[in-house]
């Protein structure tokens, strides 16, 4: 089992470029999350999805849409990419005990 | 806002001494998770304790949650140099959301 993907693992844009991170889960869990880390903030959570075809804010959800049309994908996608975006996402999927399994993260850099 | 706040933000020990860990958090929580984050890598779950539980053990992990002071306590007991880290207390929210905490950065010299 692969758990939990991330593609890509690195990225540079510039300044209003688009660009969709995608996340792949093998365990057959139904909720799927995305957090962004920037240095002695922790984790952030963005958007979230409890289900195939439904997706919820998070704490930090203004400038990225989700997407989760497969039960095994969510898409994190920033239409107008800021420097302000700059960060690691990492995604995680929920077994049903309540934890998280995460992906490796994705370097994303926004000149 | 962040939900957890962890406390010391650092922390440098000898190989075999203890390390302790401290969370508090806001709001009430279904429950409270530790996880590990080596550098550059995903995080990685430690171990769960649930609203109702006091205390818990895994190897040499040790949790404990005060609901009543909205805290909870990772103890790393004879910590080697491997469990350099840093680690995230996480609280459940609602039955979906994790909200987690600012981390503790722990050093262990050999």
């Known amino acids: 089992n692969a758990g939990v993907t991330q593609t890509p693992k690195f990225r540079v844009l510039k300044t209003g470029q688009s660009m969709t991170l995608l996340c792949a889960q093998d365990m057959n869990h139904e909720y799927m999350y995305w957090y962004r880390q920037d240095p002695g903030m922790g984790l952030r959570l963005i958007h979230y999805s409890v289900g195939e075809g439904t997706t919820a804010k998070g704490e930090v959800p203004d400038g990225y849409n989700v997407s989760r049309l497969k039960k095994q994908n969510f898409l994190l996608g920033l239409e107008s990419a800021a420097p302000s975006q700059t960060s690691v996402y990492f995604c995680?999927?929920?077994?049903?005990?309540?934890?998280?399994?995460f992906g490796e993260g994705s370097r994303l850099t926004v000149l | 806002s962040q939900q957890g706040e962890e406390d010391p933000q650092a922390l440098s020990i000898q190989e075999g001494e203890n390390a302790t860990m401290n969370c508090s958090y806001k709001t009430s929580i279904n429950n409270l998770q530790w996880y590990r984050q080596n550098s550059g890598r995903g995080l990685v779950h430690l171990i769960l304790i649930r609203s109702n539980e006091r205390e818990k053990h895994s190897g040499r992990l040790r949790v404990t949650l005060d609901t009543s002071k909205k805290s909870s306590s990772l103890l790393i007991t004879a910590s080697r140099a491997a469990d350099t880290a840093s680690y995230f207390c996480a609280t459940l929210r609602n039955t979906d959301k994790l909200i987690f905490g600012t981390g503790t950065r722990l050093q262990v010299f050999p």
């Open positions: 995680a999927s929920m077994r049903y005990t309540g934890e998280l399994f």
